[in-house]
């Protein structure tokens, strides 16, 4: 039974023509020649001329994609990628991502079909939902995903009945993981004198343990975490050898990156931490090394925009409706602001010098009835108009893909378009 493949596809940097190529196969639609980065506002008012009426929409800009995965390969050479697909679904992102040779991070059946629906290898999936349905489970089996994860009891009982040929990582509790936004903990993880019952009840069952896994949480804010989850992993390694089981050689990273400065000292930590505590498996070559990564590929690489369709003033103060709020793209932005940024564009407005230009409080508000349906406030900016729009960055992770269709307003209508800039332009 192969455990898990004898050779993870390499993360080799493919052309930018295949990237394209993947993308645009799957939106139907050419993606525009190379432009310069900085010239991205153009296109947008392109796409916004084009427009039968005016409607919310997304950018992806596959350069940006292509630079973070040789961002990925030049700071984590020896850790492969598997995309967590919850962060961002968009058909023609899971394409390109595919093409550049990431592997994914599937959480459900329906994750896991979107991703075989693009040819992907199977043996490139890690179902890392550690509390699986049974249906899902045995839809895994049948297509063959035969990698997943674990925490409980419970939870092995059911892949022996549903999966028992899967192997399996067992996920751990990572300690002190508070320094992260959103910590996991209180959810998924076995506890440290949980490691060696889990382990001792699969190969009672019949199933083998290959390796261990951990999550930091989301947007880790400081490296060491993860020196402290490596340590905690090579615990539970030491547990297998302790009780004679089969021996282990998958260590899953889990995700937590931005593609922010951070990244390069949580890299570095991570590679010194595996150096340190799996240096006897790394001679031998022998220790496969994975990650989860979700925001550190999404978050950057998709712009949106949305139009002013509601304004009011009132007094000194400024308020504007647009066409998409919180229970939208910005159901998790609208909460989390520390990412969210935004430039207005102004269409209706004549060119301005910058300081003779009025400056306003200004709130933002989505387009349904709740009053909980505000993007921002009290921002400064200059005064819109209606049909003037807002350019939203860093609209990638956790937006299309937790939008609701609340009071009718429906996210998966959002269409998204394809570029391809480049930065050295």
């Known amino acids: 039974m192969a455990l898990i493949p004898p050779s993870i596809p390499s993360l080799t940097t493919f052309s930018s023509l295949q990237v394209k190529l993947a993308a645009s196969q799957v939106k139907g639609e050419h993606v525009p020649t190379d432009i310069p980065r900085h010239q991205l506002t153009t296109l947008i008012r392109s796409i916004i001329n084009k427009q039968d009426e005016p409607q919310p929409f997304y950018v992806l800009d596959l350069g940006v994609l292509v630079s973070l995965m040789q961002k990925w390969n030049h700071c984590l050479p020896n850790v492969q990628p598997f995309f967590a697909v919850k962060c961002n679904p968009e058909p023609a992102f899971i394409a390109a991502l595919a093409t550049l040779g990431a592997s ?6 329906v994750e ?6 693009h040819g992907v290898s199977p043996s490139r999936i890690v179902y890392a939902n550690p509390c699986k349905g049974e249906n899902h489970l045995r839809h895994a089996a049948g297509v063959g995903v035969n990698l997943a994860t674990f925490d409980s009891i419970d939870e092995l009982n059911k892949i022996k009945r549903c999966h028992p040929k899967c192997s399996l990582l067992l996920r751990i509790a990572v300690p002190n993981d508070t320094s992260s936004w959103r910590s996991f903990g209180t959810k998924f993880g076995a506890l440290s004198k949980e ?53 282990m050689h998958v260590l899953d990273v889990g995700g937590g990156f931005k593609a922010n400065p951070l990244f390069d000292e949580i890299a570095e930590t991570l590679n010194d931490a ?14 496969v090394v994975m990650a989860e990564p979700g925001r550190f590929f999404a978050e950057t690489a998709f712009t949106m925009v949305a ?11 400024r308020e504007y409706w647009i066409t998409d709020g919180i229970y939208g793209s910005f159901n998790l932005p609208g909460f989390d602001k520390s990412c969210l940024t935004l430039s207005p564009l102004l269409l209706h407005t004549p060119n301005h010098h910058h300081h003779s230009v009025a400056i306003y409080s200004s709130t933002v508000f989505g387009p349904t009835c709740d009053s ?8 400064k900016l200059p005064e819109l108009k209606l049909n003037d729009y807002f350019v939203f960055h860093n609209m990638g992770a956790y937006t299309n893909s937790i939008g609701t269709n609340f009071n009718g307003f429906c996210i998966s209508a959002i269409p998204t378009y394809l570029t391809f800039t480049s930065a050295n332009n």
């Open 274 to 287: 595996i150096k340190e505590h799996f240096g006897d498996h790394q001679s031998e070559s022998d220790l």
């Open 112 to 117: 896991i079909e979107a991703i075989l629906s």
């Open 307 to 317: 139009n002013v369709m509601g304004k009011r003033v009132r007094g000194e103060k």
């Open 372 to 379: 909980l349906d505000t993007v921002v406030a009290d921002w």
């Open 104 to 109: 994914f991070d599937c959480a459900s059946k």
């Open 195 to 247: 490691v060696a019952p889990l382990l001792r009840h699969a190969h009672k069952l019949g199933l083998r343990v290959v390796g261990v896994s951990f999550h930091v949480g989301s947007k880790a804010s400081e490296s060491q975490v993860y020196r402290g989850a490596i340590a905690a992993a090579r615990a539970a390694f030491d547990v297998a050898d302790e009780l004679k089981l089969p021996k």
